[in-house]
């Protein structure tokens, strides 16, 4: 009896940009990803952007300026199928799965929203992850009108299986059930009804079995029980999954915070030491403005001395001044009177000679 195969889509919402650049950094390979194949990650393919980086800034720049800050800021869809159906499906048929998946990511979002798709076949299952910014139509960052409650979240699985699985020959996982999304507690409490998961033992019906007709109900007891435990198989592979990749997202935002870290004491050492230069440009600062200051102190008891010699040189070179103006005031006036005085002297003996005549006398 085969098992049956089913659509699997999961959706996980990144609340800061530490968990975007994480889980970026695990789908893009740039930090050591022990489940992935090195020899097959040629294979993956990638649409939109091309780096964790990449996506960090795609997704930065769709979202509004006002958000709250508990805001959903990107959703991380996963979409894969039972591990058995890969290993039967034609790869046309895989590659035309996964195209479908998009063009469904496209209708429920917008394509503009859609910052990167990466389909990874370097692992044991091939996987399609997408980085969805949850934009409403009318412009609303809004991961609940997306993913908020059971009823959307059953909604989305049915839709994605309908439109995406059933083509394909994919179920949908039991509507209600809890496989649909398998934690490890409820698969460590299937593992402690059946630790090996082994498969139900065939019954024998007796010979009265047979003659009573209990046999039939027996093998349709047994159709049953098989049925349930593939499907505890199958929970057992989604848990294991899904585990894997939380255990790889965990250790790329553990990667990331040490970076982080790193960085942040890179920075607290370099602010140090610019801290270091600033106090001692500032006591260089200090000392070259003392030394300044003194120096112009000291041109300013100079400047007074030199401007009191001034004025000491400029009082002397009035007096000489007003000397020199006196002594050839006083030569002129000298000059003025010699010749009246010699006029007076003749005329006085002209008079002399008149009054004694006989002084004339030879």
């Known amino acids: 009896m085969s098992q049956p195969a089913y659509c699997i889509v999961r959706a996980e919402k990144l609340t800061s940009f530490g968990s975007i650049i994480g889980s970026a950094k695990h789908t893009f390979r740039e930090i050591p990803t022990p489940n992935a194949n090195a020899c097959r990650t040629h294979l993956n393919k990638t649409f939109g952007a091309q780096d964790a980086a990449a996506v960090r800034a795609a997704i930065q720049a769709r979202l509004p300026v006002k958000r709250r800050k508990d805001a959903v800021l990107a959703i991380e869809y996963l979409v894969t199928a039972s591990p058995e159906w890969f290993r039967t499906a034609p790869a046309k048929q895989q590659n035309a799965y996964f195209a479908a ?8 979002h917008g394509k503009a929203n859609i910052v990167c798709v990466n389909m990874q076949l370097d692992e044991t299952s091939p996987h399609l992850v997408a980085y969805v ?4 139509k009318d412009g609303r960052l809004s991961a609940k009108d997306f993913l ?14 309908e ?22 507690k409820q698969f460590a409490t299937a593992l402690q009804k059946n630790p090996t998961l082994a498969p139900p033992a065939a019954p024998v019906p007796t010979f009265a079995d047979r003659i009573t007709g209990r046999a039939k109900q027996i093998e349709e007891d047994h159709a ?11 929970q057992a ?23 982080e870290a790193e960085e942040a004491k890179r920075h607290e050492a370099e602010a140090a030491r610019l801290s270091e230069e600033n106090q001692l ?31 000491d040189l400029l009082a002397k070179v009035g007096l000489l001044t007003r000397q020199r103006d006196q002594a050839e005031a ?33």
Do not use: Y
């Not at 000392?287 to 300013?300: G, S, V, W």
């Open 163 to 184: 439109k995406i699985g059933k083509p394909v020959g994919l179920q949908r996982g039991v509507e209600g059930s809890k496989a649909v999304h398998t934690t490890a």
């Open 237 to 259: 592979r989604n848990v294991a999954e899904v585990s894997r990749h939380a255990r790889a997202r965990q250790a790329a935002a553990l990667e990331q915070l040490r970076q």
């Open 224 to 234: 049953a029980a098989q049925a349930e435990h593939a499907a505890l198989v199958e």
């Open 148 to 161: 908020g409650g059971r009823k959307v979240l059953s909604e989305m699985q049915t839709d994605f299986a």
């Open 101 to 108: 998946a998009v063009r469904w990511l496209e209708a429920r």
């Open 330 to 362: 006083e030569n002129q006036r000298a000059s003025a009177i010699a010749p009246g005085c010699g006029a007076i002297a003749l005329e006085t003996l002209s008079d002399e000679f008149s009054m004694h005549p006989s002084t004339n006398r030879v």
């Open 133 to 136: 910014v949850p934009l409403t």
């Open 281 to 311: 440009l500032k006591r260089e600062l200090q000392e070259q403005r003392t030394h300044f200051q003194r120096q112009i102190a000291d041109l300013k008891v100079a400047l007074v001395k030199a401007v009191d010699q001034m004025r």
